[in-house]
């Protein structure tokens, strides 16, 4: 991985695991995702707005230069997802022991073309190979399914069960932060455009009761809350963020 990739993951993944949104340039001893304007740092950091991988949410002046402030969108998200996720080393795996599973290893292919005269006394051994690298198949694709698969009931609305799998795939990304619920509601409006924000807030209270979620509750003062919108009222509490069960 170069220095530039690896500098936009990592920039990436420390916007995912906070629920506010982050200056996009350090300044001095201060917090930031990217250490520079300039140089690998500046490359990266370009690169991530251009790709819509972060979105600026507000501007900050410091003397002459200006701070965007950003958090990551649902692309950002599914990038980190790609990049880091366990599951595409799985996938990966899996597609190399299929074209190993369709015949023998590459190596006793070119042992057959060089050494005819050996091939009785090897043939029990590749056998006993293929049937390993068969189970081993088995094996990765059972643990891919129980990657996929969701425990809750299929009445569930279509956009709540990707509302599901969203946060899996997130906290497979990014670890148990919560995932803020205008973040939620944008990634999930991409495949629902018809989603309203009542549906939403009623879906997610339903998925609540069915302890597939946890909501969390805003801790702030009210004048700190991001896209209050978003937020969800119930009885005294004010619920910002979510996260899977």
Request: net charge negative.
């Amino acid at each position: 991985m170069d220095a530039k990739r690896a500098a936009l993951i990592a920039a990436l993944k420390e916007a995912l695991n906070s629920s506010e949104p982050l200056p996009l340039y350090r300044v001095g001893k201060g917090s930031g995702l990217f250490a520079s304007r300039t140089g690998v740092s500046g490359e990266a950091a370009s690169e991530a707005l251009r790709m819509g991988l972060l979105e600026v949410v507000r501007q900050e002046s410091r003397g002459k230069l200006e701070q965007p402030w950003v958090r990551i969108t649902p692309r950002g998200v599914e990038f980190v997802y790609e990049h880091e996720s366990p599951r595409a080393v799985l996938e990966e795996l899996r597609d190399l022991l299929r074209t190993h599973a369709s015949g023998l290893p590459r190596w006793a292919e070119e042992l057959r073309a060089n050494l005819q005269g050996l091939i009785n006394r090897y043939h029990d051994l590749l056998e006993r190979q293929q049937t390993y690298f068969t189970h081993l198949r088995h094996r990765v694709e059972a643990a891919l399914e129980r990657l996929e698969a969701t425990e809750v009931p299929k009445q569930l609305g279509a956009w709540q069960l990707d509302a599901l799998a969203y946060l899996d795939r997130r906290r497979t990304a990014a670890g148990p932060s919560p995932c803020p619920l205008a973040e939620l509601f944008h990634a999930l409006r991409e495949q629902h455009p018809q989603l309203q924000i009542p549906e939403f807030h009623a879906g997610l209270s339903e998925l609540q009761e069915r302890e597939a979620i946890h909501l969390i509750p805003f801790a702030g003062e009210l004048g700190e809350l991001t896209d209050p919108e978003f937020a969800l009222l119930e009885g005294k509490e004010i619920y910002s963020a979510v996260k899977r069960s």
